[in-house]
């Protein structure tokens, strides 16, 4: 008996990796679990490990690389075996190649019922869910022919599939969000299949509301010293930008804050607690909770926009952008406010090194409600950075420079920095923004009022 090595499902973003080292040989003799396999997302580097104990027979798939997620790429079993995997179709649609039957599968866990599934009583068996699910698909749009024709069994997903456009489920679930009609899409995948990018470049050449296609540029002749594909991070990066700015209504807020106590309590905190705790707390630590209890209180600002609605959200996920030598990351923390400094650095401390070594999981780079990105290290006292979507704002913070002001009827030297919210203005009007930025402003100017409360 064989066991398939397959890519796994790398985070819910992923649709294809890239083959980045083999660290066994054709015919090697592996173990369960170990490490036979290095592959690259566009975020980070991960390791396969193998499912199975024998001799290992690797497919057709060389260092460089790119191979769709759940492809069979080895199989291990006897010294005599040969590699044989199905198809790539077969394995990017399951459903197309699974005989229909509404018996659930022993070793699958039933998926989460999706509220939709809920509200008009569909019933299905646990494995039609999951097979639902892994397809993005609504159960309740479908027409159920198990059971007296009140239960959706496999040859209903199948004939569901069958009549829309074939897509991945990444790009059908990216395309609902953001109202894009499949049959519009032109794909570029296996058999001419939609995928995220496909979605993603139709929605990139869509101009925003009011405004007229941008021109295509003739670029003059001229020596080229290098040429960096628009591909990885950086392509993902290019393509993001491009949807933020073509899709929302940009306001930007300026406001300067006196961070004179904000810069002394850092100081203090430095003292008592880098030996304890193994590392000093930072100023980005500081402003993630400011934001967090601030986003508490003015929840709209915690929100994103539906195809027909605000919805304000109950988690606050903060991600905070890192500079790393593939690009610009931007880890994410769950729930930051209902952490403790402490608890925030460590997790924060721990994803930046895992951004930065190129290994950090998908799952900890998407979820996010809010953003902050902060240049003052780099000397950048004031900027404009694109929200993250589909956040609804990003806050900016500039460099903390010491300077003459006004303070208590008298020049002083005081520790200033400049703060600038960009929201969309169709979530958020003017006055709410300021106030909510208002708010972060007086939490740096008096630091100790919410540090103890």
Same mark, same amino acid.
């Given at each position: 008996?064989?066991?398939?090595?397959?890519?796994?499902?790398?985070?819910? /973003?992923?649709?294809?990796?890239?083959?980045?080292?083999?660290?066994?040989?054709?015919?090697?003799?592996?173990?369960?679990?170990?490490?036979?396999?290095?592959?690259?997302?566009?975020?980070?580097?991960?390791?396969?490990?193998?499912?199975?104990?024998?001799?290992?027979? +690797?497919?057709?798939?060389?260092?460089?690389?790119?191979?769709?997620?759940?492809? @069979?790429?080895?199989?291990?079993?006897?010294?005599?075996?040969?590699?044989?995997?199905?198809?790539?179709?077969?394995?990017?649609?399951?459903?197309?190649?699974?005989?229909?039957?509404?018996?659930?599968?022993?070793?699958?866990? *039933?998926?989460?019922?999706?509220?939709?599934?809920?509200?008009?009583?569909?019933? $299905?068996?646990?494995?039609?869910?999951?097979?639902?699910?892994?397809?993005?698909?609504?159960?309740?749009?479908? /027409?159920?022919?198990?059971?007296?024709?009140?239960?959706?069994?496999?040859?209903?997903?199948?004939?569901?599939?069958?009549?829309?456009?074939?897509?991945?489920?990444?790009?059908?679930?990216?395309?609902?969000?953001?109202?894009?009609?499949?049959?519009?899409?032109?794909? /570029?995948?296996?058999?001419?299949?939609?995928?995220?990018?496909? @979605?993603?470049?139709?929605?990139?050449?869509?101009?925003?509301?009011?405004?007229?296609?941008?021109?295509?540029?003739?670029?003059?002749?001229?020596?080229?010293?290098?040429?960096? *594909?628009?591909?990885?991070?950086?392509? /993902?990066?290019?393509?993001?930008?491009?949807?933020?700015?073509?899709?929302?209504?940009?306001?930007?807020?300026?406001?300067?804050?006196?961070?004179?106590?904000?810069?002394?309590?850092?100081?203090?905190?430095?003292?008592?607690?880098?030996?304890?705790?193994?590392? $000093?707390?930072?100023?980005?630590?500081?402003?993630?909770?400011?934001?967090?209890?601030?986003?508490?209180?003015?929840? =709209? !600002?915690?929100?994103?926009?539906?195809?027909?609605? +605000?919805?304000?959200?109950?988690?606050?996920?903060?991600?905070? $952008?890192?500079?790393?030598?593939?690009?610009?990351?931007?880890?994410?923390?769950?729930?930051?406010?209902?952490?403790?400094?402490?608890?925030?650095?460590?997790?924060?401390?721990?994803?930046?090194?895992?951004?930065?070594?190129?290994?950090?999981?998908?799952?900890?780079?998407?979820?996010?409600?809010?953003?902050?990105?902060?240049?003052? !290290?780099?000397?950048?006292?004031?900027?404009?950075?694109?929200?993250?979507?589909?956040?609804?704002?990003?806050?900016?913070?500039?460099?903390?420079?010491?300077?003459?002001?006004? =303070?208590?009827?008298?020049?002083?030297?005081?520790?200033?920095?400049?703060?600038?919210?960009?929201?969309?203005?169709?979530?958020?009007?003017?006055?709410? $923004?300021?106030?909510?930025?208002?708010?972060?402003?007086? !939490?740096?100017?008096?630091? =100790?009022?919410?540090?103890?409360?």
């Amino acid at each position: 008996m064989t066991t398939e090595v397959y890519i796994p499902q790398l985070g819910q /973003t992923v649709e294809d990796v890239v083959i980045v080292d083999w660290l066994v040989k054709d015919g090697d003799k592996v173990e369960q679990g170990q490490e036979i396999l290095e592959v690259e997302t566009d975020k980070a580097v991960f390791p396969i490990e193998a499912m199975g104990k024998g001799t290992i027979h +690797i497919g057709p798939y060389a260092v460089g690389d790119t191979v769709p997620v759940l492809e @069979v790429v080895a199989i291990i079993g006897k010294q005599d075996d040969v590699f044989a995997a199905a198809a790539p179709e077969a394995k990017e649609e399951p459903v197309e190649a699974v005989e229909s039957t509404d018996e659930p599968v022993a070793a699958a866990s *039933p998926a989460p019922e999706r509220a939709s599934d809920a509200d008009s009583r569909v019933f $299905a068996s646990p494995r039609v869910r999951k097979m639902a699910d892994q397809n993005d698909l609504d159960l309740g749009a479908m /027409t159920p022919t198990g059971y007296g024709g009140v239960r959706i069994v496999e040859r209903d997903v199948a004939a569901y599939l069958e009549s829309a456009p074939k897509a991945t489920p990444v790009a059908r679930k990216l395309a609902s969000v953001e109202q894009v009609d499949l049959q519009q899409v032109t794909g /570029t995948g296996a058999a001419g299949k939609i995928t995220k990018g496909d @979605v993603e470049r139709t929605l990139a050449d869509q101009p925003a509301a009011g405004t007229t296609p941008a021109p295509v540029v003739d670029l003059p002749d001229m020596p080229v010293t290098e040429r960096v *594909p628009l591909t990885g991070i950086r392509g /993902t990066i290019s393509r993001r930008m491009a949807m933020s700015t073509q899709t929302t209504s940009r306001v930007t807020l300026f406001m300067e804050a006196d961070a004179t106590e904000f810069v002394a309590m850092r100081t203090r905190l430095k003292e008592r607690v880098a030996k304890e705790w193994g590392f $000093a707390p930072g100023y980005n630590d500081l402003l993630a909770l400011i934001a967090a209890r601030a986003l508490r209180e003015f929840p =709209y !600002m915690n929100a994103r926009l539906a195809a027909d609605a +605000i919805e304000l959200l109950e988690p606050i996920n903060i991600g905070l $952008a890192v500079d790393t030598e593939r690009g610009l990351i931007v880890p994410v923390i769950n729930n930051v406010d209902q952490k403790s400094l402490r608890e925030f650095g460590e997790e924060f401390r721990s994803l930046v090194e895992q951004a930065r070594s190129g290994r950090i999981s998908p799952d900890h780079l998407s979820g996010g409600t809010f953003t902050i990105t902060n240049l003052g !290290m780099y000397d950048v006292t004031a900027f404009t950075p694109v929200i993250n979507l589909p956040e609804a704002a990003i806050l900016g913070v500039g460099a903390i420079v010491r300077r003459p002001v006004e =303070y208590r009827g008298e020049i002083a030297l005081r520790h200033m920095t400049e703060l600038s919210l960009v929201f969309d203005h169709r979530l958020v009007d003017g006055a709410p $923004a300021a106030r909510f930025l208002q708010r972060i402003k007086n !939490m740096i100017e008096e630091p =100790y009022i919410w540090l103890v409360g």
